[in-house]
């Protein structure tokens, strides 16, 4: 018979110091730990509530892999991937890989792996195959760099890794007055015993990048370097001496040979969870509306092969309570906001963010949000803190959201240490659609962000931005300047970022559309307020091609250089050869452009420097503007009647035309290529595209 074995009280002790605990030596966990059930649910909570809490565990513990849902439930509880075991071997030694099959619970208190083996005859033999298989598992790894254990320390307690892990007392957020003692998180924390497990060079390479180990997305990518991963690593990995498996080496198990493990990994359905060496059926157990809870996992008393979670009375509750409602018949259905709270329950959102009163970190896990920016310290919580997400389907563009969520360059707060992780496509893509329907306005706001005919509206939007007007450079930054005042976030990106109805929505009413914004409602009551918000927007959008408001602007700033902004500068004035309704288009490449909208054509073509605009920028004469650059080319007179229509920006700020022929819609888009440009022009739907080489 196998019996647990227990941890020597002197290998404990190297661990760390007593008086400077280590986040290793939190309090041990005693059952499957589920984050956002544990911080969301009381044993004295009425039945209705805990049925949902069950709801929660069926889908994070994975019962849903062998346990069939119904088919009405099978968005809602669909299981999670499970580790990718195929360079387990590379990441545990064969003692610690049997320790962890024979007793998961004993290696890592609170882990959400069940045991298997409750040590009957030929348990033993089976956890020896399995360690051999998965032993035999290798994979090359980078051999990263070395870390620095202090930085590390200070990475895991300011970058958010303290939302669902446990801080050390060896670190004191810098808020916290010496005479103070720090005060300790309510909630347990996601248990990180594997941390000195893992040798120090596969901890580091693991927490590059988590979701190549760990494709669930329950562990985000927290967009660490190599050197930060290794510092971490440095910090976490404590060194201590692992405990040996002694009853395996007492048992003297022969060799079971890596095929027998290989089949007992498929027989005993650990592919439903995990993927190894190659892609396995999944082994199907009875259908979850069908399983008699007194039994299973659920009874008292377990027999070998069946999972064994070490599910606390409150746990068991829950699940029975959820298996019961669905044997009921249908699920319910969800609305979409219901659908974007279940998925930001199931990836932990909430420890960081709030959304609709609910969520946010804890009072002791919050004082570890700092910033990095003295100046921000007048903005309160919302220097350090991660923004609250109410409204933000309707606040975010689509692009924007996937920038976020699974992309790169959505940040928009460098004053916050705290980064926003990302948990991977598969598991946030859902939510670009969702949270838009879910956040959708009842009475749906009016703007007007075409310019037609108003083009000047950007230099009034200009003006309103700058000192002179309502100061909104005072807390904003824009382009590479930052603002004069705390360092809010800057408007750049504003037309990427915002939706435009949401942008009017906010300036319109701040306090309603954000609750807890420091933005002062300036435009309640202002008669021309409608049309001071459209001002804005356009300048904003044009903002490639403007100059910067006053406050902001310096005599350096007159020459617009496409170049430097590494994007398409659109410039709206009065150009010569186009009259005064041009709109000039810079590339990077060094080629150019002018589109007179007035005759909705192509008028001139150029190589080079762009455009001066200090004569449009500070004459009253608005003399027309030349081209800097060399080799000029004038494009052939137009045809036909036309009239203009606006513009519309690709992801990269290429500018398309839009216009009509004698009553034909018309696309007209000038690309760089090679020399000069690629001109496509879609008329009714049908391309024709040529080549333009000067």
């Given at each position: 018979m196998l019996r647990h074995c227990a941890l020597p009280f002197a290998l404990l002790s190297l661990i760390a110091p007593p008086a400077h605990a280590h986040p290793l030596q939190a309090e041990p966990i005693n059952h499957a730990y589920v984050f956002n059930f544990d911080q969301f649910n009381l044993p004295e909570d009425p039945d209705e509530h805990v049925t949902e809490g069950g709801y929660l565990l069926l889908a994070e513990l994975n019962c849903t892999q062998c346990h069939k849902a119904p088919e009405a439930w099978s968005e809602r509880l669909a299981p999670k991937d499970g580790p990718i075991l195929s360079g387990v071997g590379s990441r545990l030694d064969a003692d610690q890989l049997w320790l962890f099959i024979r007793s998961p619970q004993f290696l890592k208190k609170g882990t959400q792996m069940p045991g298997l083996f409750a040590g009957e005859e030929g348990d033993a033999e089976k956890v020896e195959a399995l360690t051999e298989y998965l032993s035999s598992l290798k994979q090359d790894k980078p051999q990263m760099p070395a870390g620095d254990g202090a930085h590390g320390k200070e990475l895991y307690h300011k970058i958010g890794c303290v939302a669902c892990h446990e801080p050390g007392t060896d670190f004191r957020p810098e808020k916290v007055p010496a005479s103070m003692e720090v005060e300790k998180p309510g909630n347990a924390s996601v248990p990180i015993a594997f941390a000195d497990v893992y040798d120090v060079n596969s901890l580091a390479y693991f927490l590059k990048d988590p979701l190549a180990h760990r494709p669930s997305g329950r562990m985000p990518d927290l967009h660490l370097t190599d050197q930060e991963a290794a510092d971490i690593a440095a910090y976490l990995h404590v060194g201590r001496q692992q405990a040996p498996a002694s009853e395996r080496k007492a048992l003297k198990i022969k060799s079971q040979g890596v095929e027998k493990g290989r089949e007992l990994f498929l027989s005993m359905g650990c592919s439903n969870c995990h993927t190894a060496d190659r892609k396995a059926v999944s082994k199907v157990s009875k259908e979850l509306a069908s399983l008699n809870t007194a039994n299973g996992c659920l009874s008292a008393k377990q027999k070998t092969g069946t999972p064994r979670f070490d599910l606390n009375d409150l746990q068991k509750r829950a699940l029975k309570l959820a298996i019961a409602a669905i044997k009921k018949g249908e699920a319910p259905q969800f609305t979409a906001q219901q659908k974007v709270d279940w998925q930001m329950t199931r990836l932990n959102c909430y420890a960081c963010h709030d959304r609709d009163g609910k969520g946010g970190p804890e009072d002791p896990r919050a004082q570890y949000f700092t910033s990095n920016d003295g100046s921000a310290e007048s903005l309160g919580e919302l220097a350090h803190l991660p923004p609250r997400l109410d409204n933000t389907g309707r606040k975010l563009t689509r692009g924007w959201l996937e920038k976020i969520l699974?992309?790169?360059?959505?940040?928009?707060?460098?004053?916050?240490?705290?980064?926003?992780?990302?948990?991977?496509?598969?598991?946030?893509?859902?939510?670009?659609?969702?949270?838009?329907?879910?956040?959708?306005?009842?009475?749906?706001?009016?703007?007007?962000?075409?310019?037609?005919?108003?083009?000047?509206?950007?230099?009034?939007?200009?003006?309103?931005?700058?000192?002179?007007?309502?100061?909104?450079?005072?807390?904003?930054?824009?382009?590479?300047?930052?603002?004069?005042?705390?360092?809010?976030?800057?408007?750049?990106?504003?037309?990427?970022?915002?939706?435009?109805?949401?942008?009017?929505?906010?300036?319109?009413?701040?306090?309603?559309?954000?609750?807890?914004?420091?933005?002062?409602?300036?435009?309640?009551?202002?008669?021309?307020?409608?049309?001071?918000?459209?001002?804005?927007?356009?300048?904003?959008?044009?903002?490639?091609?403007?100059?910067?408001?006053?406050?902001?602007?310096?005599?350096?700033?007159?020459?617009?250089?496409?170049?430097?902004?590494?994007?398409?500068?659109?410039?709206?004035?009065?150009?010569?050869?186009?009259?005064?309704?041009?709109?000039?288009?810079?590339?990077?490449?060094?080629?150019?452009?002018?589109?007179?909208?007035?005759?909705?054509?192509?008028?001139?073509?150029?190589?080079?420097?762009?455009?001066?605009?200090?004569?449009?920028?500070?004459?009253?004469?608005?003399?027309?503007?030349?081209?800097?650059?060399?080799?000029?080319?004038?494009?052939?007179?137009?045809?036909?009647?036309?009239?203009?229509?606006?513009?519309?920006?690709?992801?990269?700020?290429?500018?398309?035309?839009?216009?009509?022929?004698?009553?034909?819609?018309?696309?007209?888009?000038?690309?760089?290529?090679?020399?000069?440009?690629?001109?496509?022009?879609?008329?009714?739907?049908?391309?024709?595209?040529?080549?333009?080489?000067?």
């Open positions: 699974f992309g790169e360059g959505g940040s928009v707060r460098p004053y916050m240490n705290t980064r926003m992780p990302n948990f991977g496509r598969k598991q946030t893509e859902m939510l670009v659609s969702l949270l838009p329907e879910a956040d959708k306005r009842e009475k749906p706001i009016e703007i007007d962000v075409s310019g037609l005919a108003k083009h000047h509206r950007a230099e009034a939007g200009r003006k309103l931005i700058g000192m002179t007007g309502l100061a909104c450079v005072g807390c904003h930054g824009l382009k590479d300047r930052k603002s004069l005042g705390p360092p809010v976030i800057r408007l750049t990106n504003t037309i990427d970022r915002l939706q435009p109805e949401y942008f009017k929505e906010l300036l319109l009413n701040p306090q309603a559309t954000q609750p807890g914004t420091m933005m002062p409602p300036m435009f309640m009551g202002r008669k021309s307020a409608d049309k001071d918000v459209e001002s804005i927007w356009t300048y904003l959008k044009e903002i490639q091609g403007q100059p910067l408001p006053d406050g902001l602007i310096s005599t350096e700033d007159f020459e617009l250089k496409p170049a430097k902004d590494g994007k398409p500068v659109i410039f709206r004035s009065f150009i010569e050869g186009a009259g005064t309704h041009a709109i000039a288009v810079g590339f990077p490449e060094g080629v150019n452009a002018v589109f007179d909208s007035v005759q909705a054509r192509w008028t001139t073509l150029w190589k080079g420097r762009f455009l001066d605009a200090m004569s449009n920028w500070q004459s009253r004469e608005m003399l027309p503007i030349k081209p800097l650059g060399k080799d000029v080319k004038e494009m052939p007179a137009s045809t036909g009647k036309r009239e203009f229509s606006g513009y519309r920006l690709s992801k990269e700020g290429v500018p398309t035309m839009l216009y009509t022929l004698d009553g034909k819609n018309v696309e007209d888009t000038l690309k760089p290529s090679g020399k000069g440009f690629e001109h496509s022009v879609t008329i009714n739907g049908k391309t024709t595209k040529e080549e333009i080489q000067w």
